[in-house]
């Protein structure tokens, strides 16, 4: 089942540990979680095999339920579009330390793409935040 969910002025602190929390959570069983970001509103999608339910809280964060069995996963796959300025080199070296791959996507902006153990994406996912994301794709998978 898929769910969208738009969430206003929640800060990167914030989106990143709801991130977390879907990928990361025992109860969660999630293929697939994008988030794109649009001025002041967040929208993250879910995509799992599990019926999801939300609920609002008067703070406008949501929580996210899912019945279902515990999954760990071997690697991720992470697909992040970041804004760039031409004079930031730094990031290439940054993302192929992570044996990761930079492609443009106009003039302010790049796609990194990066095949990794969850530990090392989320350690490039903190490296990355300082640029500035702007949209992210997360899914995880096991190796046979």
Partial sequence: MKRSKKVVNMDRETLYDC?????TNQKI?????????HSNTTVITSESDALVSTHDTQSSEHE????????????????ISVRYEKKECGLKRLVS?????????GDREVIVTATAS?????????????YGITCMSRTSFELD
Avoid: F, H
């Fill in 19 to 23: 991130l977390s929390t879907l990928l």
């Fill in 29 to 37: 069983n999630s293929k697939n979680v994008s988030v794109r970001c």
């Fill in 64 to 79: 996210w339920e899912l019945d279902t069995r515990a999954v760990s996963a071997d690697r991720e796959l992470v697909t």
């Fill in 97 to 105: 330390a992570y044996g990761g791959t930079i492609r443009v996507n």
């Fill in 118 to 130: 969850v530990k090392k994406v989320d350690a490039l996912i903190d490296q990355l935040m300082p």
